[in-house]
């Protein structure tokens, strides 16, 4: 995804962002969801990320699995707990975020990026106006009005920390 964006021009700062967020995306999936398919006979097995760009260059990233026994929602870890502060992340950096119900069985939980400034950057305080927390998402695969230049993604049969070395910017 890193360079896919860079080479068509997303400024590095969305860019870091996105990355960190289909990152976050994907540990979640991996971690409290099903693969595509397992409870159902829609699906094939696997994780399935994806990413399109606005002409405006906000840029939506999203990762389907097959659902999970709860809905996505931000923790209050504790300052020691090792995990719990992805969904709080993504609130952080995306302008909104929110879970949509696709084909019976999966989940796709989605994050829009601005490319416009000052509109991301951590805070530790909740999403203020113009920053969801969870929305629905309407139309063809939840992502309205978005064109220009998309990707896909799948983890068929990897590891988390296969798929996580992908993200990795070490050149």
Known sequence: M?????SNGVSDTVVDDA???????????????RPLGQHSEVGDGDIRAAWRVERTGDLTVEVTDGGGPTRPVPATPSVTARGG????????????????DDTVGEVTVWALVSAGPGTSGFTTAAPGP???????RSGP??????????????????????ALKAFDDAG
């Open 130 to 136: 113009g920053r969801s927390a969870r929305r629905e």
């Open 85 to 100: 502060r992805g969904l709080n992340i993504i609130s952080a950096l995306a302008q909104e975020w929110g879970v949509r």
């Open 19 to 33: 990355v960190l967020i289909l990152s976050e995306l994907l540990s979640n999936a991996c971690r409290h969801g």
């Open 2 to 6: 890193r360079e896919q964006l860079r």
């Open 141 to 162: 695969n939840g992502l309205d009005g978005l064109s220009a230049m998309s990707g896909f993604g799948s983890l068929d049969g990897l590891e988390l920390a296969d």
